[in-house]
């Protein structure tokens, strides 16, 4: 953990592989975790990366591999036969861990690296995970866990926990069965420690077990480890008969992407991306909205074109056609975005119409307080007319309530329709906003000032 | 797990709390998580939460008041006596959660509260991690964990582990130090089951472990523990010495924070509010950005003020204000987020300018096609002339590069003063790239209309 990675390190580990000195650039990383090997892997050549894959032990190559971003991994994984994978990596992976590597594969060579393990057991666990769509709780779960039968006593499950531990690094939990193989609770290894030999299990296990379908949503799961403290919880088929875990590890990752994903929506971006990927694939994830923001422009000039009475008459309310859109932009983006946190952690619970009145008169307040300053500014800064002045304050009260309220109902609307609310905000409470913003605020004019 | 809570279930509770029918009231809840009870509680009258408190089993009180949100548990707290609340409740509780609670209460009854614990243990530990700020590892740690010393054998740890873990819920890692309290490594449950009992633990114990300072951000201990897929973590003073351990169930609720932290930024809320709070402390949480908003709103009121001589030559160039300003504001935002979120997740490696040359290249990329479809509009749906279609267009394709830059720039400048990039994301690109975006977009007009 003291070696510090930085350019003279990896200008000297890229000497090293030049050299083919492998037995230095072995030395170099065998002290490393291989979360730390993966962090600077993509800073040095692929061929580079390639050698030092086949330098390492199986077990560390494998760990550094599942640690890459996708991309990078991907870009490996081309390099090498299906011999070695399966051999070299496969095999020294989890199950849960095998299957993700195997799925980024091309059909054809899926098949030839699962025809190449050499552990059939292992080989038909990956053949059943394979099965689960990636976002389930069956595509999250691994086959690596400890199960003990209720009829046998402390000693037998010891001793069998002890075999079946053999190739695991760590045991959390003990699953206990029937002879169906369907789930009845756990065993904590405290009470094994701490409990007689010839007690049978059946005394001693925990019926209390939370678990879930094989088929249920990956985010649900997460909600359930988050609610009730867990740290790994296990999977069931249709008739209770365990399948597999989900560990705690797994869950932090669906966690954090559904928390990116829900960022990137808010700001306008609809696909997953990194600030390194391709401009094409960038462009990609941002003009859609772009585009629709576009058209939300065009239709306000439509609607400036359809009043330009307004244009001879009273120029200086095109003046505070920003103040109005970017109002009612904020005042969306908020609305909605408490909502959408709201809808995911739980927090709301009352009913839609008190909500909607709860941003009426939040819309109301802040809407007010915010008139009478742009009243100040414009009657002294701009010497706007009186009735100018009110027509813009009464628009702004009235676009902020309205946001408000279209920014709570949207997230709300689409989550009682079963759709993600979180598509509702940024861009599109945005882009609605600037056009309901300046229809409203030119009607207003239309109807205070009466032209 | 399968009592179903809806209406039904919470009036006949309500009806057996009327009727101080302590029995039945009891039964219903015996067979429910605390976690499900914290879920319904809020939705009880005060006095009926009291009630049920006073009634179950404490340590089901104190798992149930841990689950409950801050503002439902302080009211609680209220009503109970320093008394009650120390030994219904905070006896039963881990050090770290019985820190949480008690920081929540008075100065005096806080005194009060851990002069009444009886266990003198439990109450010193608990005045240890008082002293810990609450956003750092010493802040999150627990002094629940098993400690056994390098020169014991097998079997005097497995007696010493039983003896310690005897309050505990669940051991997942075992901590081996030496006689000066220094934390050397850790040992698995599973080597200390499969080893003969006379073995040294010295020859056992594993000496890469992970670790964190008691000072520590709370964030960088989510990093790490992220990184290194760990269930725990220890925490150790300058000295080394083992202090406390942090699980990461906690770790996932400073993870979730911080996301929601991050994603209210982006939508301009400044504090961390629900839903559910009071209309005062929404509007405290979204006012100060609708304020800075107004003041960008009136700036650009401002400088259309300044140009008035547009209004009398080019008036259709007003209509298309609004597409300008919202396309600034949608590229703005988008880039700000991708860099806000690259810079959490470590994904962004190069070095500025590199960034800045790639926004710079899409912006131009993204700009140009929006360019071309707005010309399109402008010329068949508007009827406006060449030269001003052209102006337009020239505006949008620069203010989008601009946008784009300065929504990168301003995040990577922030993070490298050391400050959150994430206060840079919303309204403040959005208020900012307003004032720029209709700036430059007269400046243009200016120059190539020429007058």
């Not at 077990?59 to 036969?81: G, I, P, Q, T």
């Not at 999250?140 to 079946?164: D, S």
């Not at 709301?348 to 500014?377: R, T």
Request: glycine share 6%; proline share 2%.
């Amino acid at each position: 953990m003291s070696i510090e990675i930085n350019k003279d390190f990896l200008s000297a580990l890229a000497d090293c592989i030049r050299e083919q000195n492998s037995k230095s650039a072995h030395e170099m990383l065998v002290d490393l975790h291989p979360a730390d090997i993966a962090e600077f892997f993509p800073q040095l050549e692929l061929e580079e990366q390639s050698y030092l894959i086949s330098l390492l032990d199986n077990e560390v190559s494998a760990a550094v591999m599942l640690e890459l971003e996708e991309d990078d991994r991907k870009k490996l994984l081309r390099l090498l036969s299906p011999k070695e994978i399966a051999e070299d990596l496969i095999t020294e992976m989890d199950t849960d861990d095998a299957v993700d590597v195997i799925s980024e594969l091309s059909e054809a060579k899926k098949d030839e690296v699962i025809a190449q393990l050499e552990d059939k057991e292992h080989a038909q666990d990956i053949v059943d995970l394979l099965r689960y769509d990636e976002d389930t709780a069956g595509g999250l779960m691994r086959k690596e866990f400890v199960k003990v039968n209720k009829n046998w006593n402390v000693i037998t499950a010891v001793r069998e926990m002890r075999r079946q531990a053999e190739d695991l690094e760590e045991v959390y939990s003990i699953y206990v069965v029937n002879d169906d193989n369907e789930l009845l609770g756990t065993l904590s290894l405290k009470k094994l420690l701490t409990t007689s030999s010839s007690t049978k299990l059946e005394e001693l296990y925990n019926k209390n077990v939370h678990y879930v379908k094989a088929g249920a949503n990956d985010e649900d799961v997460a909600k359930i480890i988050q609610k009730y403290d867990l740290m790994e919880i296990p999977v069931v088929d249709e008739l209770m008969r365990l399948q597999g875990i989900i560990t705690v590890d797994d869950i932090i990752d669906v966690m954090r992407e559904e928390a990116e994903e829900d960022y990137q929506l808010a700001a306008g971006i609809t696909r997953n991306v990194d600030a390194d990927d391709s401009i094409w694939t960038l462009t990609k994830a941002r003009l859609p909205w772009l585009l629709i923001g576009m058209f939300g422009g065009l239709c306000a000039a439509s609607i400036i074109n359809g009043f330009t009475v307004v244009l001879e008459k009273y120029k200086v309310l095109l003046l505070f056609v920003p103040l109005i859109q970017s109002t009612a932009g904020n005042v969306g983006i908020q609305s909605s975005a408490i909502i959408v946190q709201g809808l995911a952690n739980g927090t709301i619970k009352g009913e839609v119409w008190k909500l909607l009145w709860k941003e009426f008169l939040l819309g109301l307040l802040n809407g007010l307080g915010i008139a009478i300053i742009v009243l100040f500014f414009s009657h002294f800064w701009f010497g706007t007319p009186y009735l100018v002045s009110a027509t813009i304050c009464v628009a702004l009260v009235t676009v902020i309530i309205i946001a408000a309220t279209i920014g709570t109902f949207i997230p709300l609307f689409l989550s009682k329709r079963g759709l993600d609310p979180a598509v509702s905000t940024g861009p599109f409470i945005t882009t609605s906003n600037d056009i309901f913003g300046v229809f409203i605020y030119f009607m207003i004019a239309k109807m205070l000032l009466g032209f």
